[in-house]
């Protein structure tokens, strides 16, 4: 456990600095959350879930302080170099933000379900049998090597970011329920700021974390019950039948 007073949220603040925004190119000229000109993100929790439609800026955002934490934009640690693709392009938003940490963290990982396999086969060609239990992460299943990479690479043992873009692409509901245990071992170490983008009710009812919801209004917080995720499954479960039909109701006629 850290000191008093140094313990998550590390990363306190992000706030726009509109002189260094590009208004005509993107994320600047479409982004709900920009529109105003004016940006400011507290970070009151260890644990943070984006949510929101695709297309809100969730990701574009955890980039943005993927970047400001020195990680790779393909994911990884600060330490990795991967080989760079079109996706891997530096964060265009994160020079128009400036942060404010207590303490600056740079250590951590920065895990991006779309390019995994491209970490994947950076920390296996690494060669380190004791970070993977003497398995390579692609000799496993996807899901396996999600839960394998956040267990031996998210050990909390320093203070730590660890930024998640969609961890439960690869996770059956199970899964997703061991990577809530990882989490809560995660926070109960004082030593992990963890900032999630996700759309599953599952995750995201982790308790007391903050939940920012993303729409074209820009971002504020909500209720884990307010949250269209949980409203639409929970209805979906208590009449599987009834949804179904409404959602058929035009093609049936």
Excluded at 139 to 168: N, Q
Excluded at 176 to 205: D, K, Y
């Amino acid at each position: 456990m850290t000191g008093r007073g140094l313990t998550a949220p590390f990363l306190k603040t992000v706030t726009l600095l509109p002189d260094r925004a590009d208004w005509d190119r993107f994320p600047f000229d479409r982004l709900g959350f920009l529109k105003a000109r004016t940006f400011r993100l507290d970070f009151v929790t260890p644990v943070t879930f984006f949510v929101g439609e695709n297309g809100t800026g969730k990701s574009t955002l955890l980039r943005a302080i993927a970047d400001l934490c020195g990680f790779h934009a393909g994911g990884g640690g600060a330490g990795h170099r991967l080989h760079a693709t079109a996706d891997d392009a530096p964060s265009a938003l994160a020079p128009a933000l400036r942060p404010s940490w207590l303490p600056k963290v740079s250590r951590g990982f920065f895990f991006r379900s779309d390019t995994f396999a491209d970490v994947a086969r950076y920390l296996d060609d690494a060669g380190n049998p004791d970070i993977h239990g003497g398995q390579g992460l692609l000799e496993r299943s996807h899901g396996e090597s999600f839960l394998a990479l956040f267990g031996d690479r998210f050990t909390a043992r320093e203070r730590s970011m660890y930024l998640m873009d969609e961890p439960e692409n690869a996770l059956s509901p199970t899964r997703q329920f061991g990577l809530l245990r990882l989490i809560r071992g995660w926070e109960a170490s004082g030593n992990a700021q963890i900032v999630i983008a996700t759309h599953s009710p599952i995750l995201m009812s982790y308790p007391g974390a903050t939940i920012l919801l993303f729409d074209d209004d820009g971002i504020a917080p909500v209720a884990y019950e307010d949250t269209e995720h949980y409203q639409v499954t929970k209805a979906f479960l208590a009449n599987p039948r009834r949804t179904l039909d409404e959602l058929f109701r035009d093609d049936d006629q």
